[in-house]
Structures are given as C-alpha cells and as structure tokens.
C-alpha cells in the first residue's frame, strides 16, 4: 500500500503563477487534510475534508482553495501564488472516526519567487 | 483555540541516554498523537493517546487529560531516535483537526 501520496514533491513558482498540489490515498479513509510547516511554527492547518463532498477551512486558508474529487483524492490549490505561501505542504488523511490517527503523505516543498 | 506547547524546544543527548518530552495543553481533548519528523522530513505517527499510557519498544507515552498534558518517553536513545517530536490534539468537535505544538528538535550523538 502507498498510503498517502503527494505530487509533486518539489515546485519553484514565480509569484502570480497558480499551481495545484495533488493528494491521493488509499487507504478508504473518510478525512482528509492540507497543513502547512514553516519554520518554528509547526503544522498548521489550511483546510480539511471531513468526507466526501465536504470540505471547510482551517486555520490558515487566505490564498488557497480545495477540491475534494472524490474519496481517495483531496488536491490543493493557490490561484496566484505569493512569495509568503513558500512551505512545505502536507497532506494527510484519516479515518474520520473511531481512533482518528493522522497518516502523513512524503510533502511538497513550495517556493514561490 | 486550544494551545499547544512542547517543551524542551531542543535536546541534545549521548547514545543511551533516556529523555522526557513534554506537551501541555489548554483545554480538552479527545484526540491526541504524538509524531516524529525524521531528517528527510516524513512525519511518522508513534502514538494515539488522548488518556492512559501505552508503551511501544524504547517509546512510551503518557497523557493525563485532567491535568493536560502528555509525555513521550525515549529509553536507550538511538542517532535513528534524531529528528523533530510533535504532538498534535484535537477537542470538541475538531476531533481530527490536530492542532500542533511547534515540536521538540532532539539529537542523538553516537
């Protein structure tokens, strides 16, 4: 199993580009999540799908939108990127109830000039 | 929202030596993990424990929800041990919507 797979693993963006970062799982799980890391602050939430067809905004959703496609994929979207959106992007997904543990896909490391 | 802190911020050991990583936390919850982050940045769940303690080889964790805060427990560290410790947890109705504390950096030396 693959678990949580995300493309593509690295991006150099020129601000004003728009790009969509990808997440797939296989795993049937229910949830699905976009964090961002930055240096010193952890993972911070952008946005979450709690099931198929849902989707809301986390902590930190200013210059992104979402679609959830269907079950197993959940992508990310910034329309105009900005050189403060530089990051490393983690999807990860979970099964949405019961014990809900986080599975984390490899990441996507963003740079926007 | 809830807050989230980890301490020690960094921690350097000896090869065998044991260490004790602490995570507070402001409010209730019912969902709570702790995860390493190895030097090639892939972040690896080590526990769910929103109460009690569980114990897997080396690592060990504890949470005492009334008094809110969690621990996780190195023995007999190891240089793989090396990387970024994070707990995140989730109350309410936020259930999977960790929040994350900004991680404990520890470096095992041979």
């Known amino acids: 199993n693959a678990g949580v797979t995300q493309t593509p693993k690295f991006q150099v963006l020129k601000t004003g580009q728009s790009m969509t970062l990808q997440c797939a799982q296989d795993?049937?799980?229910?949830?699905m999540y976009w964090y961002r890391q930055d240096p010193g602050m952890g993972l911070r939430l952008i946005y979450y799908?709690?099931?198929?067809?849902?989707?809301d905004k986390g902590e930190v959703p200013n210059g992104y939108n979402v679609s959830r496609l269907n079950k197993r994929e959940f992508s990310l979207r910034l329309e105009s990127a900005a050189p403060s959106q530089t990051s490393v992007y983690f999807c990860?997904?979970?099964?949405?109830?019961?014990?809900?543990?986080?599975?984390f896909g490899a990441g996507s490391r963003l740079t926007v000039l | 929202g809830i807050q989230v802190e980890q301490s020690p911020p960094d921690l350097i050991l000896q090869e065998g030596a044991n260490s004790t990583l602490r995570c507070n936390f402001s409010?209730?919850?019912?969902?709570l993990q702790w995860f390493h982050q190895n030097p090639w940045g892939q972040l690896i769940n080590l526990f769910y424990?929103?109460?009690g303690t569980k114990q897997n080889g080396r690592l060990s964790a504890t949470t005492v929800a009334t008094e809110r805060y969690s621990l996780l427990y190195i023995s007999s560290s190891q240089t793989t041990d090396s990387g970024v410790y994070f707990c995140?947890?989730?109350?309410?109705?936020?259930?999977?919507?960790?929040?994350f504390g900004q991680g404990t950096i520890l470096t095992v030396h041979p």
């Open positions: 990860a997904s979970s099964p949405g109830s019961g014990a809900n543990v986080l599975t």
């Open positions: 795993m049937n799980h229910n949830s």
């Open positions: 799908s709690a099931s198929e067809g849902t989707t």
């Open positions: 409010d209730s919850v019912n969902n």
């Open positions: 424990i929103p109460s």
């Open positions: 995140g947890l989730a109350g309410g109705t936020s259930y999977g919507k960790l929040t």
